[in-house]
């Protein structure tokens, strides 16, 4: 910007994550130290400012509002003209108004240095207090009632400022300048305990020193934070994590570590094996779980991941926790605070009826969470980090589209790992996790997020946008409301999905869609599939040899029931009840298929590894952390079908995989290896034929970082160009991100 007058006055609107960041009080200091006159304010979603000076001060002005802008600021478009000057005497903050302006919310946020200095500092007014924040870090979309982000539209409308607050609040060079959620000891929430064998406890200290003293004797604490209440208890306890695992009816399934901060992470190091992208991801300020390998002397209970070679790490993400890891001097397993598959609970009447069964203690605080959010999941690759689960910190995830939408949509995800998608001009927004759909607490949190969405946003859909499977609950949801639907295929969405991660990459992609089931065009359950083309225009060009697999909804659960379907295609035995091989002959119950997800999880069946699983992906989970990473690949057959798509037959894996004499390393290595290999067979076939050099990895199936790691490895050995998913998970919480692009390219 170049403006040539002197003394102009100018209009300006600035877009992007510019509230709840601290950017009104940072655009005050500058306008103030530049000798402006005018004003700041909120709108609903962006910050309007009217500036009056000279052309240097307001040429420097234009530059520094984006330079010089809050770390956790992300001022995308900056659009001013001049208008007419009025007699301003100096530079302020006044009231904010709204408008439907271009809507963005501020992510929570782990505590900035400042804040958990002062927590530590015995001489500072808020030492040890839990709930301490500034303009930079705190809770944020959690407590958001309405836009623009003010203290009013908050849940902490409820606590009145203090003098000594108020003053702050109001203090242009404090730190606490306009921080919405601000308070001290004196105005603000509190913790109170409630536990066995104890009358009720309140007052922040006393009822702390309660929890750690429940968690020293082995006990099970339930934590209100910022998204939900977790689930605690000693990591080093064997007997009390089997407890948790007993009364939450989770026997296998992986539960997260909270290490504290204290001596340079030692517990930390001692647990796990962190690389310097794996400590930046656990240290940035969303502060996400992070799969890390775990040590061989590890002292953590062996019963927070068994048969897995990881774990999930995270450091403490709000001043409670970073108290409670110090008080208690050591790491805490840190599970959602739910029944399986269910939301986070967030209220304490809510968290004692249902987590009651489980829970010894609860340690409750008074500040409302207006939105449940989960912890963000992510993986450390070598050179990046993948998430796997959006959650606090991240959620709503806004994306930008590469072009506009002509009406607002509503995409409403898969079943499983559910999330939502609001998109509407060049913006789509997705919400954080929701989680399975076969609860009833899931369903009504996905209502409820559906309409939050669109009020926070001021966007009302005029179209849904669903799986194209009649029996997903998302879809009978999509049905129901009243709006047009659109049916998008389960696969389609996740090529698209990543495609709209790397909108930069022009042309036709190829990329391989492998999950556990999906419902495809021909009727059959897709899993295994290279699609090429572009969003919304995908052809398969390649899959694998279909099977028929009987119980397909079961099947995720009973790894044997794939394993018997290998088998018995090819005359093979497999000891099942009579009846099951009797059904499967007959065809009851039975669907066609052509998962890799599938495979998998036979191949894990066949090694031995486990029959029945308690949780979804537990057999390939297992199966990764045993393979051999360093054997060669099997190279499979691979020939046409009467459409033209080519089809790798798995069968020579199976006698290998069922051969004994072979250690379970030894034969899941050849798996992984053989799957990469089979993959990378299919790429070089169809560029052959189309061409194509960009190369996708979408679906769950591609969560096995040895398979992404040997697969990469050998495309980029044949000079195709890698990509994946970084911001939005593989998995099928991606799936409503890949609908939208759908739509939008059909509008195209």
Known sequence: MTIAEESVACHWLISGRVQGVGFRPFVYRLARELGLRGYVRNCSGTVEVVTLGKACQLDAFAKAIQQQAPWSARPTRVVWEKIPASPWPDFRIVASRSSTADIHLPPDCSPCDSCSEELQDPSNRRYRYPFINCTQCGPRSSLIEAMPYDRAHTSMAR??????????????????????????????????????????????????????????????VAVKGVGGYHLMVDARNETAVARLRL?????HKPLAVLFPLTDNLAALHQAVIADQVALLALSAPDRPIVLLPKRPLSDLADAIAPDLAKIGALLPFSPLHQLLTRDFGGPLVATSGNTSGEPVVTEPEEAETLLGPVADGFLHHDRPILHPVDDTVVHADVKHTRVMRTGRGQAPLELELPWSLPSPVLATGAHLKNTLALAWGNRAVISPHIGDLDARRSQALFAQTAASLQRLYNVSAVKILCDAHPDYASTRWAKRCGLPVQSVWHHHAHASALVGEWADCRGNWLVFTWDGLGLGPDGTLWGGEALWGTPGQWRRMASFRPFRLAGAGQAGREPWRSAAALCWTLNSEWSTPPLAKEA??????????????????????????MHSSSYEGQAPMALEAIADPDLPGLSLPM?????????????????????????????????????????????LRIREEHGVNNVGLAGGVFQNSLLVEQTSRLLTEQGFTVRLNRQVPCNDAGISFGQVLEALYECS
């Open 159 to 220: 606590f009145q400022l203090c003098v000594a607050c108020k003053a702050e609040y109001e203090n242009p060079n404090d730190r606490r300048f306009h921080a919405e959620p601000i308070a001290c000891a004196d105005c603000g929430p509190s913790l109170r305990f409630n536990g066995p064998e104890l009358a009720p406890l309140s007052g922040n200290d006393t009822s702390l020193a309660a929890a750690v003293a429940q968690l020293h004797a082995g006990l099970i």
């Open 584 to 609: 499967w002959q007959k065809g009851f119950n039975c669907h066609e298929t052509s998962s890799c997800g599938r495979l998998f999880d036979a191949a894990a069946a066949m090694i031995g590894l």
């Open 639 to 683: 020939d046409p079908d009467d459409q033209g798509v080519w089809r790798t037959d798995w069968a020579p894996l199976v006698p290998l995989l069922l051969d004994s004499t072979r250690s379970a390393a030894a034969r899941a290595g050849l798996f992984h290896a053989s799957m990469s290999l089979a993959l990378v067979q299919q790429a």
């Open 247 to 251: 009364r939450k009816h989770r026997p």
